[in-house]
Nanobody, 127 residues
Framework: QVRLVESGGGSVQAGGSLRLSCAAS??????MSWFRQAPGKQREWVAG????????YYADSVKGRFTISADDRRRTLNLQMDTLKPDDTAMYYC??????????????????????WGQGTQVTVSS
């Protein structure tokens, strides 16, 4: 059974940093991403990586502040979040897929393109 387990969430003040991790029970993914969902809002894509090429992509709202990475064994997905803002407050979810419709930014964005999801970890940024 495939499992994704997130950790590393918490509460910080604006300008602070957090590092999220997602432990995967298997390495048979071709792409992995972080999504987030704030109360009353739709789940939105934050950042993603194609495992084979290690190509990374970011939403404009986090570009330059967040860094996504996968470890050498590709069983852990990380998200380093710096210069956090109150608007970053949300539940953050790890997502993974065995394939992709396309191998570019467009292939990263849609919730329905991911087969596996973690349970989420809460990030709260206070002003």
């Amino acid at each position: 059974q495939v499992r994704l387990v997130e950790s590393g969430g918490g509460s910080v003040q604006a300008g602070g940093s957090l590092r999220l991790s997602c432990a995967a029970s298997t390495i048979n993914f071709n792409k992995m991403s972080w999504f987030r969902q704030a109360p009353g809002k739709q789940r939105e894509w934050v950042a993603g990586i194609y495992i084979a090429t290690e190509d990374t992509y970011y939403a404009d709202s986090v570009k330059g502040r967040f860094t996504i990475s996968a470890d050498d064994r590709r069983r852990t997905l990380n998200l380093q979040m710096d210069t956090l803002k109150p608007d970053d407050t949300a539940m953050y979810y790890c997502a993974a897929a065995p394939g992709s419709r396309s191998w570019d930014l467009k292939g990263m964005l849609e919730v329905h393109d991911y087969k596996y999801w973690g349970q989420g970890t809460q990030v709260t940024v206070s002003s």
